[in-house]
């Protein structure tokens, strides 16, 4: 077991390493979103810029010293996650109806707003 003092100097290095990973995956999932031509490739370039929200606020949440600091950065991750789960539902529901209504998953034809 580490001394109680071992992990305060490495504590800001695990924020910036936390950031920039966070940083890298958002862009991957941008990047994602706006190459794919498939509704289930885009939605998932989204949940991945999600997922680099809720580093960040871990990243965030290691830096805070004390209980109070901790406990508002767990919250915060898990409407972050909360909001993503219901995200994914309503986005898998979308992409179901489209395959059923329509048999394709192109992005291209989903913009066509027909009746």
Known sequence: MAAPGAMEGLGGNVVIVLVSAAAVLFWIGMLGLLWRRSLVGMLVGILFAWISVAMIAIGFTFSERGAAGSALGGVLVLCVSAVAC?????GVGIVVARIRRRGSLDADDAGLLEG
């Open 86 to 90: 219901m995200q994914l539902a309503i």
